[in-house]
């Protein structure tokens, strides 16, 4: 009944960040409790967290924080990724090939925002495989756009997900096995 409850009211909140935000949380404390037994609602959940990081438009109102929904939901769908990629086999590997066709240069920033955030969560060796070879043709990309947009809402985010792709390589290189200073 709960996760019912929760995927059919995330999709219709779409455009209301905060509450969408409170939903996503409600989700995480489900996905936390070993006492449920989950995994025969994942059907409902998965796909209701995918968009919530990938949506292309998940405020309404300029002030509202969709960034941080994108962010939370990503944390949601990585935890049930790994409490539940053990069982089924394919999980991980059909949620990131959803994540790495958001995270795209076709698609919009906030997507791909969604996208390279989720992948990030995923671990050094996600990051490795699907960020890495990516990072450095969007960072141009988006360098060049910065410098000839004046329009601050693209500013924001391009400046986004440039921190996101940060993000991430702060997580790979922090990892010991991925620095090898003799080669450096």
């Known amino acids: 009944f709960l996760v019912n409850y929760v995927s059919k009211s995330l999709y219709r909140h779409v455009g209301k960040a905060d509450h969408c935000r409170t939903l996503v949380r409600m989700a995480r404390s489900l996905l936390k409790n070993p006492h449920l037994h989950l995994e025969l609602h994942l059907h409902q959940l998965l796909p209701a967290?995918?968009?919530m990081v990938v949506a292309e438009r998940l405020a309404s109102k300029p002030g509202e924080n969709h960034w941080m929904l994108r962010r939370e939901a990503s944390m949601a769908l990585v935890q049930a990724c790994n409490l539940f990629g053990d069982d089924y086999a394919t999980l991980k590997a059909r949620v990131l090939k959803t994540l790495c066709n958001a995270a795209g240069p076709d698609k919009c920033l906030p997507t791909q925002y969604g996208g390279?955030?989720?992948?990030?969560?995923?671990g050094p060796k996600a990051i490795n495989a699907f960020?890495?070879?990516?990072?450095?043709e969007y960072w141009k990309t988006w360098e060049t756009t910065l410098d000839a947009t004046d329009d601050l809402g693209q500013r924001v985010e391009l400046q986004m997900c440039q921190q996101a792709v940060l993000d991430a390589l702060r997580v790979f290189l922090s990892t010991d096995e991925n620095v090898n200073l003799d080669t450096v």
């Open 49 to 51: 967290l995918l968009t």
């Open 131 to 136: 960020l890495l070879p990516l990072s450095l």
């Open 116 to 122: 390279i955030v989720a992948i990030s969560l995923f």
